[in-house]
């Protein structure tokens, strides 16, 4: 072998020889002689961990203890002893097991001679050994050391950091070294000042076998006190907020609780699976968080031990934790590259604590967080080497500082908030200027991409036939983009698709902000055609109607999804999205509108009934179990997207099948011209087929907001007391997307109703309640009271007729009446009843059922959906997989109402529906939902 | 095209040896660059100054000891989760990744510059620290140098100059050995800076028949018994053969391989190779069995009694060829074919409305009955796009509803490639990455379909499949769209608007492709032999080698020459010799089931067994439903009284007999999922069962019409042996049956039944042989 003669490998004759020497004549030394043999063979499988065979050799009393077969050992007699039989391969199993390497004669001969001489060993459970003693190799001098941590003192003069052994104080200002600090070899892997700055807290160990931690005197250097316990090393260590404590995190998965006065351990924290990197107090000192490799966060009562919460939303490891100055919110940065934020809740007994905020900070794992002093900015280090900031109040970046070029290992910011010290793995520390949040800078639109639209009339359409009005033009077998049939403002061509794969094109002029429609129409005409439309500009090029930022990644989980369905998509990570976001896949974008019920059920998109709609012009499509998916924001004209390791979408003019699918497979684009000129508009059938029979009506027509409206009418008679539904639907005609109000005329006497009911912006229904008293008098014959719907369209009222209400007839009470009450214990509700809930808040009421003599089955009040009429946003909560039901021979009912954060601030009528007499309804009640 | 051997001595192979114990990885003393050849591969040692400053590379060296050591295998650190924290990638394939989990992650908890000696990377594996992955290397040792010397040299990470590894080659690439010699595999890693190194103490050895000869983790090679057979060398991501060759004892005189009868050149290279190894081929068999033989492996049922009297009596030298024209023509080839390729496209109604299953049934059936090229028909599949119910092949891709099914399945079926590993990382035993992957995956990712949603239990079942003009696949790794491209092919522009499966197909059936021909060849081959060339069929990567690489590659060829008609090729086989063979073994080949000294004889298709049931008692088997996972089923009228089971449409019906009896259960694309594994239950389905019994009994059946007719007992023996085995009886097994029939007395039908029992449930029934 070559020795490389600037490297010295000396061998550390001890291990392997003094066994040998020892052997001749002396008693042998358990921690000297027999524990190195064990621990290279055994211990690894004999941990207090995983002790397999349940015998546990981390120790001699634990040896003595045995395991699960008996005795380990007995003094005095090596071949009786399993130990000794198993490891020199005498007895089966064969130990250490299968191919693993075998100990020598020699190590053998040690366990006998030793088993032989009385097994003698230490008294009780002392920690074995704080020594590894292994070839001392030097280190070459060129080679960089890192520094592991860093810490800035309270009143910013000083610093410390530390690599291997060293733990330096160092100036700010001049960057001189004050003092080195004597400190055992090991690796340092967090420094805290106290806040006083006279104590420095270092966070050490041996790795692999003890977890060590230091408090120094600043100003003399000298050692104040030393903890040791842990069983590998401190990742952590932390004063409380009353300096009396502190708290040690570990590689060996506990987190202890040290008084500082007495060196004793006061509590420990146990549950972690895996080793802990981070933790953190509350201000009050009551709270400690935690962030594990095991990939949650969790919230330890301190003063019981007893945790809290475990926040399992990140999906890798938890490298970093923080508790925001006022004790609100908990943070954590995770090897999942995001930034996780939760509403802090649980400080006085287990509770849920909600997540607040998720952000993709980086392309990398995010190593370590920061907060400033004052409390409104976050510094985040990724592992890649990035430094952004974000500031507390909506948990968005404010600054990408310069990248620092190396593997970070430990941040700390100045007490001022100034200026942030990043150590680094290359032995180097560097500085950077932290900003401060500008207090205007609330996002700046560009006021140029706020083009205003423009709504034309252009009279009656101009009627073309493709095929002559392409003769006519000297074009021969088909249009190309670059000889398209040019059409008029405004005008509908017959023709047909009639040869596999053509492409039809045609032209038009437009102006800038000019609102057209481009659709096909093929209904009636028995075509077999499946168009697929887009408008692309002068040159043929696509043109990018918006672009869509993917803000969270995700997939479809459990099966796949049909491409009309509104119902049951499962989402991975759902329970980090939010209402009335959008959704991309598949180049389809759709948007959340109700959540899952639970683990056990998907999200609604919009609009909540019959065909899926989508957005953007965009075509639904199938979506595959495991397909990708992303919660994405459609960015703003002019705005670039951010760097956050997530795709951007760029969506186009181009459509399939219209957004509202209600017209099979006919193709429907609003174009808004983005400048003035000409523009293409190329058709085909998006199979790619073509033929004689593959005929379409092709419109390019202004668009022309507005409504249709209609009602489905009741069928059952009325029944005293109670109330039937009256559902009200709304089309939404060329992007008309505001509020619609539907009036209700001419009903009996003793009826009663929730009209006006209103459709909410983007909504595509509401449901209406007709409610009879309890003593309306019969009427004779049927009367058909109007349902007309109202909007505001572009400064003009449009009203429709949705409809009637139905041949209304009244009869008798139903099996049972069912109300809704504020409490159990109130007489009266109903009627003049308002309940006020506030956005993100839950309110309980109750529903009573007034049953008829002899009538005792349950009555079903329906799912998800049971909060009739309610606004969007607010639902009926924690429902199980019965849904809400008055139960047999029971009259009332405890449920519970969320608002979303998102719902709309006002007041609005709801009921409840009982699956009795043909579905009969409580009567409305008002539900004011507060900012 | 003639497979060379090249023979190496016993004493360049010692020559090597020496000079390879002294080498590192990525170390300065370089093996002779330039030829690769086998001839010249000297390790030259450079001189002793040559090695100071050696500084270790983290890529090339770091790498090779953790993979050598085992560090990084999925049992160990290598996992996806890693073991006690630590967690690297398979095999080494990301060595950013690596690095940081070394030398970086919780502030390089796994080194120590300052005391490398105390690095966990070092005291785990030499057991100063407990560890549960064992003691893998000594402290004096090589491995524990480098290691120990990277990171003293302050651990640097690895650097956008490392040389890359280009390739590695294996001495020697072809032996000749004797059962119980030794050898040594060598390894040199080329390095795109050219430098070539001796690493065989870096690589892993892995033998692809272990009856052969067998391999450990130095390279030395024991010869344990004859035939051919590899040594799989794995280094870096890249992979090599070493193959040996190893005779059988037996002696047979050249003259025997001289003077045997050849067809075509599947019996030059058959014969060939059974010279090399010394194997005597079996004579051919007779008209009987192979009317049998030919006629069930090529359109799936049994011969007629007249087909096979004919052919028996006829005295022209035509009449082999005269046969395999016939049944290559036959509309049972039609069904037998479709549902072989159904087999393999997974046709089944539990993943696929009804609707849509009959349309795939039918453009597969189309495509069979107009003996469609099978690169069109390939092609076809991967570009197909319309509405399910009227376009079959769409159905494709409602079975594989993700670029990455899609990519896996279409690879698997067409290519015989299993690129699922790469999906998460480097392919651990192939050249493929995750990155190819990830192009290739992107090739479909504009694949979209509206309508049906693939809920098998519910809806119409129609799915529109169109392919949109935007859309990338993201890497998950890089969060970014790789530029599509097939697996080892140019990439296609991002912004090219046709449709990538275009390009995907054209490069798939080019004949230069390596894989495709091969693959459908290897599965046609398996049909008729009873086991590809390269088993199983599904697997045709470059460490399982073919048991013939030249007649697999002239096979190939032919097809390719055919212009991919599948019945060209079917037709060399069927007239080769080689296909002939008797199946009974001699002394002088009974030992070797791979290299086609003989016919091996195995058991019917379930669907080809029980419509050879129907054919023998003149019966018919009713197929009603389809059966859902959990007990659930759903009533179908695809199938009328007389349908076959081989012309069923999918693999859903209910059918005891073929489950029992192992039918392609059609889940995932591997032809594994047909199991010929024989089994108590079926033993006892056979003979007590509900399937033969009931033909047996019923009214109208042969038995019926053979007592009907007024036929005697011995003309009812000799029909019986006629119809089920294709031959007459011997004189003594029919004295033996007429005897037992005669101990029934007046239970005539009984005693005719028992005797259709006898022969159906006999092995020579159940098996072609």
Known sequence: MNRNPRLILELSLLMFVGGKLAIASDALDYVKDVFPVLQKHCIACHTADEAQGGLVMETYASIMRGGESGPALTPGVPTSSRLYMMASGKMDPIMPPDDAERPTEEELTIISTWIEQGAVGPEGEVAMRRELQTPQIKTSSNAKTPITSIAISPDGSQYATASYGDLDLVAMESKQLIRRFESQPGKINSLQFSRDGSKLLVASGVTGLVGIATIYDVISGSKISVIEGHRDVIQNAIFSPDEKTIATASYDREILLWDIETGKTIQKFIGHNGAIFSIAFSPDGRTLVSGCADETVKVWDVASGQRFDTMSQPTDEVLSVAVTNDGSYAISGSADNRLRVWSLLSKDTPRINPIVATRFIDESPLTHLALTRDGSRLVVISDAGNVKVLRTSDWNQIAALKPLGETPSDVAVSTDGTLLLVSLMNGQVVERQLPKIETNSTETKTQTADVKPIYLDVGPLNMIDEAVARKERGLTDSTTSDHPLKLARGSEVSGAISTLGEEDWFAFDASQGEMWIVETQTDGLDSKLDSILEIRDDKAQSIIQVQLQATRDSYFTFRGKNSIQTDDFRLFAWDEMKLNEYLYASGEVTKLWRYPRGSDSGFDTFPGRGNRWSYFGTTGTVHALGEPAYVVRPLEAGESPAANGLPVFDIYYKNDDDPSQNRKRDSYIAFKAPESGRYLVRLSDTRGEGGEKYKYRLKVRPANPGIQASVTEIKNPLRRGSGRELPVIVDRIDGYNGEVWFELDGLPPGIHSNFPVRVQPGQSFAIGNIWADSDAADWGDAVSPRVIARATINGRIVERIAGTAGKLTITDRPEAIVQIFTDATEEKGAGSLRVQIKRGETISLVVKADRKEGFTREIPLGNEQAGRNMPHGVFVDNIGLNGLLVRENESQRQFFVTADASAEVGVRDFFLTGAIDGSVTSEPIQLEVLP | ?769
């Open chain 2, 1 to 769: 095209m003639i497979h060379q051997y090249r023979f190496v001595s016993i004493l360049y192979l010692l020559a090597a040896l020496v000079v390879s114990f002294s080498g590192f990885p990525g170390r300065a003393e370089e093996v002779n660059t330039g030829t690769g050849n086998v001839e010249s591969p000297v390790a030259e040692q450079k001189p002793e100054e040559a090695q100071d400053f050696q500084t270790w590379s983290f890529r090339n060296d770091v790498e090779s000891i953790l993979a050598r050591q085992g560090c990084n295998t999925g049992a160990c650190h290598g996992t996806l989760a890693g073991k006690g924290g630590f967690r690297l990638s398979l095999r080494g394939y990301d060595s950013e990744a690596d690095f940081n989990a070394i030398a970086r992650d919780l502030r390089g908890r796994r080194i120590e510059i300052a005391d490398p000696g105390k690095s966990l990377l070092l005291a785990k594996p030499t057991g100063a620290l407990p560890h549960k992955g064992g003691i893998r290397f000594d402290i004096d040792s090589q491995d524990y140098k480098i290691l120990s010397e990277w990171i003293a040299q302050g651990a640097i990470g690895p650097q956008p100059t490392d040389p890359r590894l280009t390739r590695i080659t294996v001495v020697p690439e072809n032996v000749l050995l004797k059962p119980a010699d030794t050898s040594k595999v060598l390894v040199n890693a080329h390095y795109n800076d050219g430098r070539v190194v001796d690493v065989t103490h870096w690589a892993k050895f892995s033998a692809t028949d272990e009856s052969v000869a067998s391999v450990n983790e130095k390279g030395e090679v024991l010869v344990r018994g004859a035939g051919e057979a590899a040594v799989l060398v794995w280094f870096g991501s890249q992979v090599a053969l070493s193959r040996m060759t190893v005779p059988y004892p037996y002696e047979i005189q050249d003259e025997v391989y001289a003077t045997a009868t050849r067809r075509n050149f599947i019996d030059d290279l058959n014969l060939q190779q059974l010279k090399t190894l010394r194997l005597r081929p079996s004579p051919a068999a007779n008209d009987e069995t192979f009317i049998r033989r030919a006629t069930i492996d090529t359109i799936g049922r049994l011969p007629s009694t007249e087909e096979t009297n004919i052919y028996v009596a006829a005295q022209t030298s035509e009449k082999k060829k005269a046969l395999i024209d016939r049944l290559l023509a036959s509309d049972e080839y039609v069904d037998y074919w479709t549902y072989k390729w159904s087999d393999l496209l997974l046709v089944n109604g539990t993943k696929l409305r009804p609707v849509a299953v009959e349309s795939d049934h039918k453009w597969i059936r189309n495509s069979v009955s107009e003996n469609k090229p099978w690169n069109q028909f390939v092609t076809e599949i991967l570009t197909a796009k319309g509405d399910s119910d009227s376009q079959g092949a769409t159905n494709f891709y409602a079975l594989h509803q993700s670029p990455e099914e899609m990519t896996e399945n279409a690879s698997q079926a067409f290519m015989g490639l299993s690129i699922g590993c790469a999906k998460c990382h480097n392919h651990p035993l192939e050249k493929w990455t995750n990155d190819q992957y990830y192009s290739m995956a992107n090739l479909f990712s504009r694949v979209r379909a509206k309508g049906w949603g693939g809920e098998p239990r519910n809806g119409d079942g129609v799915r529109t499949l169109y392919v949109a003009t935007d859309g990338e696949l993201i890497q998950p790794k890089s969060g970014k769209a790789l530029p599509p491209a097939p697996l080892d092919s140019d990439p296609i522009a991002f912004d090219d608007p046709r449709d990538r499966r275009e390009a995907l197909a054209a490069w798939m059936t080019n004949p230069s492709n390596p894989y495709f021909a091969r693959s459908i060849t290897n599965r046609v081959w398996a049909n008729f032999f009873g086991r590809g060339l390269v088993e199983m069929t599904d697997d045709l990567r470059l460490s399982n080698p073919a048991s013939n690489e030249p007649l697999l590659a002239a096979s190939a060829k032919h097809l390719v020459e055919s212009q991919f008609d599948l019945k060209q090729l079917m037709r060399v086989i069927l007239e080769s010799e080689t296909y002939g063979r008797s199946s009974t073994p001699l002394p002088e080949n009974e030992s070797e089931h791979k290299y086609l000294s003989r016919y091996y004889p195995r058991r019917l298709l379930a669907e080809v067994l029980l419509d050879s049931i129907d054919q023998v008692v003149q019966t018919s088997t009713d197929f009603t439903r389809i059966a859902f996972p959990g007990a659930d089923f759903q009533d179908t009228k695809l199938y009328p009284k007389g349908t076959h089971a081989i012309q069923l449409y999918d693999s859903a019906v209910e059918s005891y007999f073929l489950k029992t009896f192992g039918r392609n259960t059609r889940e995932i694309t591997c032809e594994c999922e047909r199991s010929s594994e024989p089994s108590m239950i079926q033993v006892l389905h056979m003979s007590n069962g509900e399937t033969m019994n009931p033909k047996l009994a019923a009214d109208g059946n042969a038995i019926s019409k053979l007592i009907d007719a007024g036929m005697a007992n011995e003309e009812i023996v000799d029909h019986l042996f006629l119809v089920a085995l294709s031959r007459k009886p011997t004189t003594s097994e029919k004295d033996k049956v007429l005897a037992v029939m005669q101990e029934y007395g007046d239970q005539r039908r009984t005693a005719i039944e028992d005797a259709f029992w006898s022969v159906l449930a006999s092995t020579e029934f159940t098996f072609n042989h």
